[in-house]
């Protein structure tokens, strides 16, 4: 079992910034694949970035530029920089983890952005 818990949601203006982060305890696997999803209001989950345990990055196209994902593998956690948020990007944001065939999620942390 792998439990995560993300931390670092809140509300933040129109183009301001917020950082994530999501710490993964119990069975972890050295080759892992880890990342941020998000779920906007009335919409359903969806990708928006992922770093695997070697640091390669893949990011979907519209955070390009904006967000920066990274990971700390001795404290087994992973990031997610925010930058020049917009209201579009107000949602639950959940932290996922992949190793050896296993999907863990972490309960989510809201981001809303509004003036």
């Known amino acids: 079992q792998v439990q995560l818990v993300e931390s670092g949601g809140g509300l933040v203006q129109p183009g301001g910034s917020l950082r994530l982060s999501c710490a993964a305890s119990?069975?972890?696997?050295?080759?892992?694949?880890m990342g941020w999803y998000r779920q906007p209001p009335g919409k359903e989950r969806e990708l928006v970035a992922t770093?695997?345990?070697?640091?390669?990055?893949n990011y979907v196209d519209y955070v390009k530029g904006r967000f920066t994902i990274s990971r700390d593998n001795a404290k087994n956690t992973v990031y997610l920089q925010m930058n020049s948020l917009s209201p579009e990007d107000t949602a639950v944001y959940y932290c996922?983890?992949?190793?050896?065939?296993?999907?863990?999620w972490g309960k989510g942390t809201l981001v809303t952005v509004s003036s």
């Open positions: 996922n983890y992949v190793a050896s065939g296993m999907t863990y």
């Open positions: 119990g069975s972890i696997f050295s080759i892992n694949v």
């Open positions: 770093i695997t345990s070697g640091g390669w990055r």
